[in-house]
């Protein structure tokens, strides 16, 4: 990582969904280079046990609250000179099955946020768009003004975030960016509950010798992104100083695609190193999942280019820091 101590040294920095999985990763880092870091979270997703290693630093606030309440959300904001907006309800699944709830908290709650934020003064309004944005858009790779329609009310909530964040510029001349993240993975990601993600889910099926199920052939691809690029990101939002960089959205990712069946591989080979049973764990093939985009590979040009990124972990490689961690932790 970057040394970005001296820019964030005493800065006041909300992270709302901070206890969360890129929430708590993302107070981790700040709190190390000096920040002061405010968690909002109602942990309704978000876990205690995230927040273990900062729940007693001196630098470190936590307010147990909702961001569909709007007096909280007042609350949080003040004196803050940034805010990091990852509170969400993830997952498209989820918003299928209860798009009312995924509505109220993905559109209520982040207008909320931006309402409470302008109203703080807070210098710049960073938050968590997302790749499912792109819709049935089929170009490849993602470039952030080529979208299509959005596949689930998950997407439509996220699409939704984008115009708010461009009205408050025009309306409040008031600063965002967002970040389209791509299938985010990682120590700290959450493998239980029905709305897992792929990752965390297939590692301790694998670690438990049970066979995790792909839904379809196997071939749809990710441009799946390790945790420690997406904290580089979102550093890189609240410290740049190049002003076309703000009220942006921009791709967050490594710019590589894997297909399902190459992950598996990778799992079972990057595993086996601690288990050598686990090669032998044989993967089943489903159906379809409803909403799911069947492949996705980001341009990062545009960050690269306004926000000098420079991601430092590849899919596999992150991918082996992530095994290490879950078997160290989780075994």
Known sequence: MQ????TLENKNILVTGGAGFIGSNLSEELLKLGAKVTCLDNFSTGRRENLVAIINHPNYT?????????????????????????????????????????????????????????????????????????GDSETLPKVEDKIGRPLSPYAITKFVNELYADVFKKTYDFDTIGLRYF?????????????????PKFVMQFMNYESPVINGGGEYSRDFTYIDNVILMNILAITTENTEALNQVYNTAF????TLNDLVQYLKE???????????????????????VPHSLASIDK?????????????????KEAVKWYWENLK
Request: include cysteine; charged fraction near 25%.
């Open 183 to 199: 299938n985010v993975f990682g120590r700290k990601q959450n493998p239980g509950g029905a709305y897992a993600a792929v990752i």
């Open 303 to 319: 960050a690269k280019s306004l926000l000098s990124y420079n991601p430092e972990f590849s899919m596999k490689n992150g991918l």
């Open 62 to 134: 936590l307010i147990e609250g909702d961001i569909r309440d709007i007096e909280t959300c007042h609350r949080a904001c003040e004196s803050k000179d940034f805010v990091l907006h990852e509170a969400a309800l993830g997952s498209v699944p989820r918003s299928i099955n209860d798009p009312i709830t995924s509505n109220d908290v993905n559109v209520g709650g982040f207008l909320n946020m931006l309402v409470s934020s302008r109203d703080a003064g807070v210098k710049r309004f960073v938050y968590a768009a997302s790749s499912s944005t792109y």
């Open 270 to 292: 990057y595993l086996s190193e601690y288990d050598p049973k686990i090669a032998d764990v044989e993967v089943i093939y489903g159906d379809y999942r409803k909403g799911d």
């Open 3 to 6: 040394n970005f101590k001296n």
């Open 255 to 258: 710019g590589e695609r894997t």
